[in-house]
């Protein structure tokens, strides 16, 4: 069964830093998508970024990227230049490719610090 | 704005109250989805919909019953629930496995608390 492990419940950075979540999932698969999704408080769910697991290179989104470690199958986020906006609970996500299913880890909560 | 609504999105309800959660996609979609989100705890798939079947449904208890009218709606019927159901309850859509590239879209949420 496909896992999906976020080992930290909680960090904190002060604006402007930057921040790397960790996230690392466990599957027999090899066709896959990543995701990290963002949920700020009281508002809703939004995707961050997204991986194929057929693609070496890392995927980028402005100040948001990732290390995609398809061996160590490790899938961290780094956020650069935080910002108060980024605060929320960040999701990492697994979908098997032929799948409508996706598998959700436990969350890590972001605080970020003026 | 992500294209998916829910309501309400706050119901307060009493063990023995019947109501409904409503979820609509207005992106096109064909799989929507029901999770359940509790504090500390991942989140849970309740139910999968698949160009308006049913194609999952992970061991929920049949105080919860979906609907799935068209690609468009999707509900949650509640009855007798128990104060363990209170959670955030999530409505998701997306293309479909068909689809190369695929992205869940969420809607807000709704609020349940079960007294």
């Known amino acids: 069964a496909q896992t999906v492990t976020q080992s930290q419940p909680e960090m904190s950075v002060q604006e402007a830093e930057t921040v790397t979540l960790s996230c690392t999932y466990d599957?027999?698969?090899?066709?896959?998508?990543l995701f990290w999704y963002k949920q700020p408080p009281s508002r809703q769910m939004i995707l961050v970024i997204r991986?194929?697991?057929?693609?070496?290179q890392n995927a980028t989104e402005n100040r948001f990227s990732v290390n995609f470690q398809k061996a160590a199958k490790s899938f961290s986020l780094k956020i650069s230049d935080s910002q108060l906006g980024d605060a929320a609970m960040y999701f990492c996500a697994y979908r098997r490719r032929r799948d409508d299913k996706i598998i959700f880890g436990k969350g890590t909560r972001l605080h970020i610090l003026p | 704005e992500t294209g998916v609504t829910q309501t309400p999105r706050h119901l307060v309800m009493g063990m023995t109250n019947k109501k409904s959660l409503k979820c609509e996609q207005h992106l096109g979609h064909n799989a929507m989805y029901w999770y359940k989100q509790s504090a500390k705890k991942p989140l849970e798939l309740m139910f999968v919909y698949s160009l308006e079947e049913r194609v999952e449904n992970n061991s929920v208890p049949s105080r919860f019953s979906p609907e799935c009218p068209n690609s468009s709606h999707l509900f949650l019927h509640l009855h007798t629930l128990q104060p363990e159901d209170s959670a955030l309850y999530l409505c998701a859509s997306s293309q479909g496995q068909l689809a190369s590239t695929d992205t869940q879209y969420f809607g807000p949420g709704t609020r349940l608390t079960v007294l």
């Open positions: 599957t027999s698969e090899s066709d896959y998508y």
């Open positions: 991986q194929e697991a057929y693609k070496q």
